[in-house]
């Protein structure tokens, strides 16, 4: 009886903790190891006699189980020995799920028990694909934090998981070498195969693209599906979805890839800059798409300025293309662009929470005209600075700017495989390092990092100071004075 009460345990602790969140929450190693130094005291006080923790529980099962025994008697005592052993058994199981490690017994008394669970897991062990991804994907926890963004990059590794191992797979027949398979299959997978090939197997995408020399997806590519696979399992061993006895297969298969960050993207060469800011209609006055549709109202704005505020601030696309009037701060001694998520409850987005800045004017820009065209869009009652911009499928305005600018690139022939609009970043960090600015400066100007530096300094000297900063930023050789316009008009 008491061993019944012991397996039912951990159940009822995991459903309770399920109600009120939603799901059973990861534990940091120092929780762990809390629990861990709690289960040897307890046994040490058990061991010494000490029964006073386990008292509690002994009334619980007494009373679940209709029983009466008088307290202080040799059954009672027995009991409750019974009881703290249990006690203490639950919780280094349960570190050994937080730990992703398979259950197994820790106090032989109670191995018949692991035998009943294994039996009581024979629903769990027979759990098919389509199940896992189906309650995966519908979790409440997932569906309010997951940006539409996000649901659908998890949607796209879904029907890949799904093609490749069959919907009617058994879960718990994914082991380690099925997980290399997987992984050995997407380093030869090419890179938009469902376009490229929409009505085609895996293995004949692949064929197919060896043969026609398409590339394949990238390491970060295969690393990012490797890691949701391994988030997918862990979330189903976690959330009791699954059972998998030698624990989560997929565990630590990431390929290392030591190429750094301007390894993985170029920052635009001077004759690259030249060709995008000089020779286009775009910037020589006459805002026009590349297609020979009419422009949209209000695309003319957004595509003069975006990319001129990535040369001058190395700010990601989203963060620009998402801005509201209000984050152009002028008046001050210093006018700055604030990069925030705020007001909460926006659509507004940042990468991480070290995002969150303030990157000063660049008087190169307000020589073009930028504090006049924000004035512009307040004057006239805007609340975003670049209205013209809506938000795409995933959420984010940054969509549209992508796609248009890499269409431009390859009109001014410009493109390359490792250019694209987020080279302006790299282009600025560079600028920022021949400007042989301070790295603390020059990562808070980035949002790599944040140190502190509002809070040590204050918003406006720590404006005042950046500003010294960024008005170091030059791109000797770029001449930009075709742009420049009157201060109190929009360029013509």
């Given at each position: 009886m008491v061993r019944h009460f012991f397996r039912d345990m951990p159940n009822k602790k995991a459903g309770a903790r399920r109600e009120t969140t939603g799901a059973v929450p990861d534990s940091t190693p120092a929780d762990i190891q809390e629990r861990r130094e709690l289960a040897q005291l307890l046994r040490r006080m058990h061991s010494n006699g000490n029964f006073a923790p386990f008292?509690?529980?002994?009334?619980?099962?007494?009373?679940?189980?209709?029983?009466?025994?008088g307290m202080g008697s040799r059954d009672w005592l027995r009991l409750t020995s019974f009881i703290g052993l249990a006690f203490i058994e639950n919780i280094?199981?349960?570190?050994?799920?937080?730990?992703?490690?398979?259950?197994?017994?820790?106090?032989?008394?109670?191995?018949?028990?692991?035998?009943?669970?294994?039996?009581?897991?024979?629903?769990?062990?027979?759990?098919?694909?389509?199940?896992?991804?189906?309650?995966?994907?519908a979790d409440p926890i997932h569906q309010r934090r997951w940006s539409p963004k996000t649901q659908l990059k998890h949607k796209v590794f879904v029907d890949f998981f799904t093609q490749f191992f069959g919907a009617n797979a058994v879960v718990?027949?994914?082991?380690?070498?099925?997980?290399?398979?997987?992984?050995?299959?997407?380093?030869?997978?090419?890179?938009?195969?469902?376009?490229?090939?929409?009505?085609?197997?895996?293995?004949?995408?692949?064929?197919?693209?060896?043969?026609?020399?398409?590339?394949?997806?990238?390491?970060?590519?295969?690393?990012?599906?490797?890691?949701?696979?391994?988030t997918l399992l862990r979330w189903g061993i976690r959330e009791s979805v699954i059972y998998l006895p030698e624990g989560n297969p997929a565990e630590g298969l990431q390929i290392p890839d030591n190429?750094?960050?301007?390894?993985?993207?170029?920052?635009?060469?001077?004759?690259?800059?030249?060709?995008?800011?000089?020779?286009?209609?775009?910037?020589?006055?006459?805002?026009?798409?590349?297609?020979?549709?009419?422009?949209?109202e209000g695309d003319r704005e957004w595509k003069f300025w975006l990319s001129l505020l990535a040369l001058f601030t190395g700010a990601r696309a989203n963060e620009i293309a998402q801005l509201d009037v209000a984050d152009v701060i002028t008046g001050g001694e210093v006018d700055y662009?604030?990069?925030?998520?705020?007001?909460?409850?926006?659509?507004?987005?940042?990468?991480?929470?070290?995002?969150?800045?303030?990157?000063?004017?660049?008087?190169?820009?307000?020589?073009?005209?930028?504090l006049s065209y924000a004035n512009k869009m307040k004057m006239k009652g805007e609340i975003k600075l670049f209205p013209g911009l809506k938000p795409g499928a995933g959420g984010y305005r940054s969509a549209a700017v992508t796609r248009w600018f890499s269409r431009y690139l390859k009109k001014v022939k410009a493109k390359t495989p490792k250019n694209s609009f987020h080279?302006?970043?790299?282009?600025?960090?560079?600028?920022?390092?021949?400007?042989?600015?301070?790295?603390?400066?020059?990562?808070?100007?980035?949002?790599?990092?944040?140190?502190?530096?509002?809070?040590?300094?204050?918003?406006?000297?720590?404006?005042?100071?950046?500003?010294?900063?960024?008005?170091?930023?030059?791109?000797?050789?770029?001449?930009?004075?075709?742009?420049?316009?009157?201060?109190?008009?929009?360029?013509?």
């Amino acid at each position: 009886m008491v061993r019944h009460f012991f397996r039912d345990m951990p159940n009822k602790k995991a459903g309770a903790r399920r109600e009120t969140t939603g799901a059973v929450p990861d534990s940091t190693p120092a929780d762990i190891q809390e629990r861990r130094e709690l289960a040897q005291l307890l046994r040490r006080m058990h061991s010494n006699g000490n029964f006073a923790p386990f008292q509690g529980y002994v009334d619980l099962f007494l009373t679940k189980e209709n029983l009466i025994v008088g307290m202080g008697s040799r059954d009672w005592l027995r009991l409750t020995s019974f009881i703290g052993l249990a006690f203490i058994e639950n919780i280094e199981r349960d570190i050994d799920l937080q730990n992703m490690k398979p259950e197994q017994t820790h106090d032989p008394i109670f191995q018949p028990t692991l035998v009943d669970e294994a039996q009581r897991q024979g629903r769990k062990a027979n759990v098919v694909v389509a199940q896992l991804t189906k309650e995966y994907m519908a979790d409440p926890i997932h569906q309010r934090r997951w940006s539409p963004k996000t649901q659908l990059k998890h949607k796209v590794f879904v029907d890949f998981f799904t093609q490749f191992f069959g919907a009617n797979a058994v879960v718990s027949s994914i082991d380690r070498q099925a997980c290399r398979n997987f992984q050995n299959i997407l380093l030869s997978y090419p890179t938009n195969a469902k376009k490229l090939y929409p009505d085609h197997s895996i293995r004949e995408r692949i064929a197919l693209a060896e043969y026609n020399g398409k590339a394949t997806m990238s390491v970060t590519t295969v690393n990012d599906y490797m890691s949701k696979l391994s988030t997918l399992l862990r979330w189903g061993i976690r959330e009791s979805v699954i059972y998998l006895p030698e624990g989560n297969p997929a565990e630590g298969l990431q390929i290392p890839d030591n190429r750094r960050a301007r390894e993985l993207r170029d920052s635009f060469t001077l004759d690259e800059l030249k060709k995008i800011f000089g020779t286009a209609k775009e910037f020589g006055g006459e805002i026009r798409d590349i297609n020979p549709e009419p422009v949209e109202e209000g695309d003319r704005e957004w595509k003069f300025w975006l990319s001129l505020l990535a040369l001058f601030t190395g700010a990601r696309a989203n963060e620009i293309a998402q801005l509201d009037v209000a984050d152009v701060i002028t008046g001050g001694e210093v006018d700055y662009i604030e990069i925030t998520d705020e007001p909460e409850g926006s659509e507004k987005r940042l990468k991480t929470k070290n995002a969150r800045r303030i990157i000063p004017v660049h008087p190169e820009l307000v020589k073009i005209g930028f504090l006049s065209y924000a004035n512009k869009m307040k004057m006239k009652g805007e609340i975003k600075l670049f209205p013209g911009l809506k938000p795409g499928a995933g959420g984010y305005r940054s969509a549209a700017v992508t796609r248009w600018f890499s269409r431009y690139l390859k009109k001014v022939k410009a493109k390359t495989p490792k250019n694209s609009f987020h080279s302006f970043r790299h282009n600025m960090s560079e600028a920022l390092e021949r400007a042989e600015v301070r790295s603390s400066n020059h990562k808070e100007l980035l949002g790599w990092e944040r140190a502190g530096m509002i809070g040590r300094y204050g918003g406006a000297r720590l404006a005042k100071e950046l500003y010294e900063d960024i008005a170091k930023v030059k791109y000797e050789g770029l001449d930009l004075s075709h742009l420049y316009t009157n201060p109190d008009e929009f360029r013509k």
